[in-house]
């Protein structure tokens, strides 16, 4: 179990881009498993109706435990509460990447649900309040959290607010307090807009100058131009290459200085270009 725990955390941390599937459409599972996102997160939340939780639990359940389902099959869940946890815990499935906490807030409840989990499950908290925003240091402290996410749609209308302004200062907060707890890069909140590729690359590009380094997705054909638009540019990997080549110590190019930082920056440029991550 510890080297599975191993490989989902890896997963968690390194992916970049993450494919939501309403819980309660279990004959869409294998399909989203297959769409060529790096995680699938099963979503017993906003996309599931409330008459509809028991129903896309059991069908989540039976889903993690090898029923309909291709045998490579495994996957996050974003959850509604304690419920949830207690049923995932019960069935113990190595199937189960982790959990999605939605509306995450408070650091207790959250390390609570941690440690619930069996140890092989990662835990995404998702940040969706101004609340969880002010906590966000505390959040991404916790052992068990894998890594910080952000969810514009539910912080908007929690700060009654529309000015850009107001959402990147939520997203350099994730982002700062990420850093701060040595957890990889937080994930940008999904693009309504799936049926233009270009705005969704955009939106990822955005995403990755803001520090992010993955996105949810809420539709398969989302996942290409996120992937596109994490990837560095043609013109920043040859500028990358050029930096990494110059001799060791401080050095110039194109007129301007180039010492450790800049090349820390071009290596983790070409990291990125060759799949190995930010």
């Known amino acids: 179990m510890s080297g599975r725990a191993d490989s989902f955390a890896t997963l968690v941390a390194d992916a970049s881009t993450f494919l939501f599937v309403p819980g309660d459409r279990p004959e869409r599972f294998d399909k989203a498993f297959g769409a060529g996102a790096d995680v699938v997160i099963i979503d017993l939340e906003d996309a599931v109706a409330p008459d509809n939780k028991s129903t896309a639990r059991a069908a989540t359940l039976a889903a993690l435990s090898g029923n309909g389902v291709g045998t490579d099959f495994h996957a996050l869940v974003r959850i509604n509460g304690r419920e949830d946890v207690a049923a995932l815990a019960d069935a113990a499935t190595d199937r189960l990447v982790g959990v999605v906490i939605p509306k995450a807030e408070d650091p207790a409840e ?23 925003v002010a906590h966000a240091r505390e959040l991404a402290s916790i052992p068990r959290v894998t890594r910080l996410a952000f969810g514009a749609i539910d912080f908007a209308a929690d700060v009654d607010a529309t000015a850009t302004a107001v959402f990147d200062a939520a997203r350099a907060e994730l ?14 909140s999904p693009t309504t807009n799936f ?3 270009t705005v969704v690359e955009s939106d990822a590009r955005g995403a990755r100058a803001m520090g992010f380094s993955g996105k949810l997705c809420i539709h398969p054909a989302q996942i290409a131009p996120v992937t596109a638009g994490f990837a560095p540019t043609t013109d920043e990997v040859e500028w990358a290459t050029r930096v990494v080549g110059l001799a060791g110590g401080a050095a110039q190019l194109d007129g301007a200085m180039v010492d450790k930082p800049v090349v820390d920056r ?12 930010a």
């Open 266 to 277: 071009a290596r983790r440029i070409l990291a990125r270009a060759e799949g190995r991550g």
């Open 110 to 132: 959250v390390a609570a649900i941690g440690a619930a989990l069996p140890a092989h499950c990662a835990v995404v908290a998702l940040i969706e309040t101004a609340l969880g």
């Open 195 to 197: 049926t233009d590729p």
């Open 175 to 188: 982002v700062i307090a990420s850093r701060a707890a040595n957890k990889p890069a937080p994930i940008e």
